[in-house]
Nanobody
Framework: QVHLVESGGGLVQAGGSLRLSCAAS????????MGWFRQAPGKEREFVAA????????NYADSAKGRFTISRDNRKNTVYLQMNSLKPEDTAVYYC????????????????WGQGTQVTVSS
């Protein structure tokens, strides 16, 4: 079992930055790939970024490339999402997720989910 708690969301103006954190507890954090997903009102949950267990392989949605950076600190059992140049269309609830094994980008590939943190970008 892996328990995930996100933090760092909030209200920011367009062009601003936020850093999301996801603290994990439970078994074998460093054997899990980690992902960030988001869900805007009325839309399906979508992939944002993922990182493998060691942190040396990442994957990004096209909407996140060049603006967002995913990273992890296995000593702290924490994964981060640095979000720069934020746009109003980035407004959503952001979720952290974990899965054993390799990186995947599908919602159904992940076994463990946090409760989400709201990110609101004003224009």
């Amino acid at each position: 079992q892996v328990h995930l708690v996100e933090s760092g969301g909030g209200l920011v103006q367009a062009g601003g930055s936020l850093r999301l954190s996801c603290a994990a507890s439970g078994s074998s954090f460093n054997s899990h790939a980690m992902g960030w997903f988001r869900q805007a009102p009325g839309k399906e949950r979508e992939f944002v970024a993922a990182i493998n267990w060691s942190g040396d392989s990442t994957n990004y949605a096209d909407s996140a490339k060049g603006r967002f950076t995913i990273s992890r600190d296995n000593r702290k059992n924490t994964v981060y999402l640095q979000m720069n140049s934020l746009k109003p269309e980035d407004t959503a609830v952001y979720y952290c997720a974990a899965k054993r094994g390799v990186i995947r980008i599908g919602v159904k590939d992940y076994n463990y989910w946090g409760q989400g943190t709201q990110v609101t970008v004003s224009s």
